[in-house]
């Protein structure tokens, strides 16, 4: 057991000094030790920059006015949609796998109005966005950011919680990562 942890030491330094990387050392096992070594988080165990990116960024293209409570808010222009879990379709993201994801969806609406809405997983709210623009001369932006763990295939969407009078186009937007 002591001469498995010299090695794994000498295997570090080597690594650390390139020696094992020179064209004079020859031990194939050692190489391969160092690349494991470069792609694994020791302390996790897992690997390192072998994930799949997933993220998305959509917008919607139109205003959206007098929409109904419970009515799923299609963010329908797409800008970014690294593992195609996002649908512009639908306004639903799917997870592609398992994972802590971060969402974030910003509203904007004029004076005098409101849009409320909140963020849903499988059809159970996580998290709220109330956004009302009273007495102001100009634009409001609300967001919400919400943490969520997924499994594969669970659906993510936001949805709007009473009638909304009027959001805008291009600022109204809706994103998410995988962490």
Same mark, same amino acid.
């Given at each position: 057991?002591?001469?498995? %942890?010299?090695? @794994?030491?000498?295997?570090?330094?080597?690594?650390?000094?390139? !020696?094992?990387?020179? #064209?004079?050392? +020859?031990? @194939?096992? !050692?190489?391969?030790?160092?690349?494991?070594?470069?792609?694994?988080?020791?302390?996790? %165990?897992? +690997? &390192? =920059?072998?994930?799949?990116? &997933?993220?998305?960024?959509?917008?919607?293209?139109?205003? !959206?006015?007098?929409?109904?409570?419970?009515?799923?808010?299609?963010?329908?222009?797409?800008?970014?949609?690294?593992?195609? %879990? $996002?649908?512009?379709?639908? =306004?639903? @993201? /799917?997870?592609?796998?398992? =994972?802590? $994801?971060?969402?974030?969806?910003?509203?904007?609406?004029?004076?005098?109005?409101?849009?409320? /809405? #909140? &963020?849903?997983?499988? *059809?159970?709210?996580?998290? $709220?966005?109330?956004?009302?623009?009273?007495?102001?001369? $100009?634009?409001?932006?609300?967001?919400?950011?919400?943490?969520?763990?997924?499994?594969? *295939?669970?659906?993510?969407?936001?949805?709007?919680?009473?009638?909304?009078?009027?959001?805008?186009?291009?600022?109204?937007?809706?994103?998410?990562?995988? !962490?």
């Amino acid at each position: 057991m002591k001469s498995a %942890g010299l090695v @794994f030491v000498l295997s570090i330094v080597m690594c650390l000094t390139d !020696l094992a990387h020179s #064209e004079d050392w +020859s031990h @194939f096992y !050692l190489r391969a030790a160092c690349k494991l070594m470069e792609s694994r988080d020791f302390k996790t %165990g897992n +690997s &390192i =920059g072998k994930e799949k990116v &997933i993220a998305f960024q959509a917008r919607v293209s139109s205003r !959206l006015r007098n929409v109904p409570k419970g009515r799923t808010v299609r963010f329908d222009t797409v800008l970014l949609n690294e593992g195609n %879990g $996002y649908s512009g379709r639908t =306004g639903q @993201f /799917t997870a592609p796998t398992k =994972g802590v $994801y971060v969402f974030d969806w910003t509203i904007t609406v004029d004076n005098g109005d409101t849009f409320f /809405t #909140e &963020i849903v997983k499988n *059809g159970s709210a996580f998290g $709220y966005n109330h956004c009302a623009a009273k007495r102001q001369s $100009y634009e409001r932006n609300c967001s919400t950011t919400s943490r969520i763990r997924l499994k594969r *295939g669970d659906k993510v969407w936001v949805r709007t919680t009473s009638q909304g009078t009027d959001a805008h186009p291009t600022w109204t937007t809706f994103g998410g990562h995988k !962490l």
